[in-house]
Nanobody, 126 residues
């Protein structure tokens, strides 16, 4: 059974930075793409960023391009989301997700991901 555990969320002032981590267990991490999604209060969950199984390709939502960076460390079975220049509108619960299928590019659709973490809260104050 695949398990994903996020950490690194918290309260930060606008303009600040946070780094989220997601540790994966229960599968061959290096063969699967990973993604980050977020859900703000009263809103649908939305795509934030994704990275391919090899790490060679990434994709980002327009709202975070140039501010967020996704990366992975296969030795540590961990995917990261570095968030810089945070804005109040980035406030949300952030979820880590693992691709359903191995050896694919950076996916963006929720339906492509089969395993999810429990989420970590990020709050950006103005």
């Amino acid at each position: 059974q695949v398990q994903l555990v996020e950490s690194g969320g918290g309260l930060v002032q606008a303009g600040g930075s946070l780094r989220l981590s997601c540790v994966v267990s229960g599968r061959t991490f290096s063969r699967y793409g990973m993604g980050w999604f977020r859900q703000a209060p009263g809103k649908e969950r939305e795509f934030v960023a994704a990275i391919s199984w090899s790490g060679s390709s990434t994709s980002y939502a327009d709202s975070v391009k140039g501010r967020f960076t996704i990366s992975r460390d296969n030795a540590k079975k961990t995917v990261y989301l570095q968030m810089n220049s945070l804005k109040p509108e980035d406030t949300a619960v952030y979820y880590c997700a693992a691709d359903k299928e191995p050896v694919r590019g950076a996916r963006q659709a929720e339906a492509d991901f089969g395993s999810w973490g429990q989420g970590t809260q990020v709050t950006v104050s103005s």
